[in-house]
């Protein structure tokens, strides 16, 4: 709300024959607060009722009131200085707060002075609430405490006065057995008394949480409170008491220190410590009473601690409480009004006011009589004609006026000469109609002065000036000059600087030639341009001061390096890019200025010709070719920044690319083999047994080389599981007879990507009925009997023709070893004949060809439930025609799986061991 229209409505004043005005203004207003323009408020009229112009002053020295205004000493506008405290300026008072000002008027020019005696009422607002002592009190009442008892707590104060003070309290918590009574005392506050209301039974309700408020008499009241935390035990009911409440004492002014005035003698029919009385002096009163005045704690002696002599106040009314040492103590006040009698004659005191912003009195020579040029005030604390006082000068030029009692104008009495005599000191001797009389002497320094009406001019209104950065401190930069027109003063200046308070350091300047000099190396890039002003000051008395700008520019030079922000760099890009794809951009950045800080990019000369990475002036990575993280996955360069300046400036920072695999690999079978792989698995093998592991890997990374296993085989047998994450392959149940037969199986192998990729292999399984065991037919025993003694006998005949032939026998078994593949035996036992290039195979220890291609040909069961096929088909063929090939006397061992298990892998190639039979796991 905007209470400035009710504010001026209130600025009210009233003007009397003798220049006195009253302005009434309300406190906490803001700073520079407009109270009115005293002259006209005033009425002032020149002594020639011509208009004239008048200088305007607050006379400050001796009088503390006047900090708190300033006067426009043109208008006459008073205002405020700071925001105005009633509270503080006038603490402990319900009367008016009246603070006192003196603001002279006079002309330099012409004989005239005034001075106008102004008054301003400061107005209390609602502008403090009410505060208690504390926020929260813990109290202890016996349950035996009838109807009526009370206890006695501190009431709230507030800074405010009168109507703004607190006026009433009352109790905020519903349903407690207590009432609220108030006494006033003298120093404002209030003694409450929390009364008993109804009977407290400390069985049935122990404890009481009871909130008091207090309210002051604002138009929009304040409040304050206090919460009682009540707990009811068994009880301190009666207050000290003094003998009166009233007491008045006559003390001269040079009684001794710490002589006793009074001895109370409060009393308190309570027991033990809740009738033991303790005195204090009130907290609610001046600091003056607690610096002149004590009492004793136990005795009760009001006692005088400082001289009163030197005091200005005549009377002092003293509050002095006398409180119980209960736990809860009561609480009562006495006031001792103490009158001070002038027994003590002091010597005056002289206070001098010059109208002039020095510690001397100034004066023009042009000056007329009649000039005012100091104020004096005499004060002397005495009474009676201890306190008449008359003052006198011992200079013809100058006389003393009087204006009110104890108070002068030092004037001028005749026109003075500079020439002659430029300082003049006058002795003031003021002395009081004591007995004996005594005096006091004080001196006035009076300067005359010469006429000086004309400012410096410097001769440019804004230097520009160019200074490089880096550049030598203490070099000089610009010299200024500055002329005046007027002929009193002379040729030269006092030339100074005024800097911003950031750059106050940077430069000086010379007070005689005006030559300025950079202190310091200046940096463009911390201060690229710097204004400040120059100054001088003739000398004229009082002196006058011209000034000019001065605008430093600083010229930037190459002396910061580009800054890689970060100071390394890591990209990750993904594979199979193609080329001229953005990898990511370098950033850097160079505080210089134009071409000093214009950054480009490049590699370095030492950069890997074969990086297959391109570096823009913009700071871009271009990638050249397209890239494969299953060659290179990660690569590391140095990359270049460069300025423009002359010469350029450079840095280096390390760029790290990680190339980001994505899922361009199959999975690699290296087990089944292209061409597919044969294993032969007996009828009697167990389930749960591992039959082969299928093996693979994939160049991916991560997921994209994590792998899985399946295989595809018939709904309706399921014979054969792979294990999904090992690849390991195993019977999944007994071998019943129709199960015996050969077996297509499907081997797929997905890896982990997204979509995944897949790869396709094909195992044959061929089961063999192990209940047909050859070497358990006689007639077939008898067969190979015959043919073994056959075989002897031939042996015989030609070991002749075989041992001459032996080195071509030799040499065509080892290519043999090279090409056929062995045969392969579905026992768990295999056994080879004596010598190595015997080409039967012995089964159950018979050896055997013609029944190994009949049990493969004859004997087995085509299973018709898994890839069922006709015998005649040209895998079952190309089956029969490889095993038909197992008659060459140089096969190596097939890879036991198991006991029951051989793998035989089949190429289509005929060369080396390829083309034979491979064991594999």
Not at 287 to 310: A, H, Y
Not at 561 to 570: G, I, L, R
Not at 743 to 760: A, R, T, W
Request: aromatic share 8%; with cysteine.
């Amino acid at each position: 709300m905007d209470r400035r229209p009710l504010l001026v409505l209130m600025l009210v004043f009233a003007v009397t024959s003798c220049f006195e005005i009253l302005y009434n203004m309300e406190e906490e207003q803001d700073t520079d607060f407009y109270l009115g323009k005293v002259a006209t408020d005033a009425q002032l009229i020149t002594g020639n009722g011509t208009n004239i112009e008048l200088r305007y002053s607050l006379l400050t020295t001796g009088n503390p009131d006047a900090l708190l205004f300033h006067i426009n000493e043109r208008t006459s506008a008073l205002y405020t200085a700071s925001v105005l405290d009633r509270d503080a300026l006038c603490p402990f008072t319900s009367s008016e707060c009246i603070l006192k000002l003196d603001v002279t008027a006079i002309s330099p020019i012409n004989d005239f002075f005034e001075k106008i005696k102004v008054h301003v009422r400061l107005l209390d607002i609602n502008d403090n609430a009410p505060t208690f002592p504390e926020s929260k009190i813990d109290m202890e009442i016996s349950e035996n405490s009838g109807q009526g008892k009370s206890f006695p707590l501190d009431g709230a104060t507030d800074e405010d006065s009168g109507q703004n003070a607190v006026q009433s309290y009352r109790i905020e918590t519903s349903d407690v057995p207590f009432i609220l009574e108030t006494t006033d005392f003298a120093d404002g506050r209030a003694l409450l008394r929390l009364v008993v209301d109804q009977e407290l039974d400390r069985e049935t309700e122990n404890k009481y949480i009871v909130k008091i408020v207090a309210i002051d008499g604002g138009i929009n009241p304040k409040t304050g409170t206090v919460t009682l935390n009540i707990t009811i035990t068994d009880a301190n009911d009666n207050p000290p008491k003094f003998p009166k409440a009233v007491f008045n004492l006559t003390i001269p002014e040079d009684i001794v220190p710490n002589s006793v005035i009074l001895n109370f003698n409060a009393t308190d029919p309570d027991e033990n410590e809740n009738g033991r009385v303790l005195y204090r002096l009130s907290s609610h009163q001046s600091d003056e009473i607690r610096r002149l005045f004590k009492v004793g704690p136990t005795t009760g002696e009001l006692s005088v601690i400082s001289s009163l002599i030197d005091e200005r106040t005549t009377s002092y009314r003293i509050i002095v409480e006398a409180s119980d040492n209960a736990t809860q103590p009561l609480i009562s006040q006495a006031q001792v009004y103490v009158t001070v009698l002038d027994t003590h004659n002091n010597a005056p005191k002289i206070t001098i006011n010059v109208l002039s912003q020095s510690y001397y009195a100034e004066v023009s020579e042009s000056a007329p009589t009649g000039t005012v040029l100091a104020i004096i005030t005499v004060k002397d604390p005495d009474n009676g004609q201890n306190g008449v006082i008359t003052c006198s000068i011992d200079d013809i030029n100058f006389r003393l006026v009087a204006d009110g009692p104890n108070e002068y104008n030092f004037v001028l009495n005749r026109v003075l000469d500079r020439e002659m005599i430029e300082w003049h000191t006058v002795e003031i001797d003021c002395r009081d109609y004591g007995t004996p009389p005594l005096n006091t002497s004080s001196r006035i320094l009076v300067r005359v002065l010469d006429i000086n009406d004309n400012p410096p001019q410097f001769t440019k209104a804004i230097y520009y000036v160019n200074v490089p950065e880096n550049d030598s401190p203490y070099s000089g930069i610009l010299q200024v000059q500055a002329t005046d027109s007027d002929t009193i003063v002379p040729s030269s200046y006092n030339y100074s600087l005024l800097l911003p308070e950031e750059y106050n350091n940077f430069f000086t300047i010379n007070a005689n030639s005006g030559v300025i000099t950079a202190v310091v190396s200046l940096d463009r890039e911390a201060t690229p341009r710097i204004t400040f002003q120059v100054f001088a000051e003739d000398g004229g008395s009082p002196s006058l001061t011209g000034s000019a700008l001065v605008e430093v520019n600083v010229i930037d030079m190459n002396d910061n390096f580009p800054k890689f922000t970060p100071e390394s760099f890591e990209f990750v890009i993904p594979e199979n890019q193609l080329p001229n794809v953005s990898v990511g951009k370098l950033v850097a950045q160079d505080s210089d200025a134009r071409d000093n800080g214009e950054v480009s990019f490049s590699l370095t000369s030492s950069a890997d010709i074969y990086l297959p990475f391109d570096v823009l002036r913009n700071g871009t990575i271009l990638g050249t070719r397209t890239l494969d993280r299953e060659l290179i996955g990660q690569y590391n360069f140095t990359v270049i920044a460069y300025d423009h300046g002359s010469p350029p400036l450079t840095s280096t920072a390390e760029v790290k690319v990680t190339i980001q695999d994505i899922n361009d690999n199959i999975p690699i079978i290296t087990f089944p083999s292209i061409g597919g792989d044969l294993l032969y698995l007996p009828s009697d093998t167990l389930p749960n047994t591992i039959i082969a592991t299928i093996k693979a890997y994939d160049n991916d990374d991560g997921d994209n080389a994590k792998l899985s296993y399946f295989s595809q085989n018939s709904n309706k047998t399921k014979l054969f599981t792979v294990n999904k994450f090992t690849g390991q392959m195993s019977l999944s149940r007994h071998v019943a007879q129709s199960d015996i037969g050969t077996y297509d199986l499907s081997i797929l192998v997905q890896d982990g990507g997204n979509p995944p990729k897949l790869s396709y292999r094909t195992l044959t399984i061929i089961i063999t009925d192990s209940s047909r065991n050859l070497s358990e037919d006689p007639s077939t025993k008898i067969k190979y009997f015959a043919i073994a003694i056959a075989i002897s006998c031939v042996t015989i005949v030609l070991s002749i023709l075989i041992i001459l032939a032996i080195c071509l026998i030799r040499r065509k078994d080892r290519q043999r070893d090279s090409k056929y593949p062995e045969s392969v035996s579905t026992n768990s036992t295999i056994d080879t004949a004596p010598e190595h290039n015997n080409p039967d195979i012995k089964v159950n220890g018979i050896y055997t060809r013609e029944a190994m291609q009949k049990t493969l040909t004859d004997t087995l069961p085509r299973n018709n439930d898994t890839f069922p096929r006709a015998d005649n088909s040209p895998r079952a063929l190309a089956t029969l025609e490889r095993v038909k090939k197992a008659k060459s006397p140089s096969r190596t061992q097939p890879e036991i799986i198991s006991d029951s298990v051989a793998i035989w892998d089949w190429s289509e190639h005929h060369e080396g061991p390829v083309d034979g039979c491979v064991m594999r796991k």
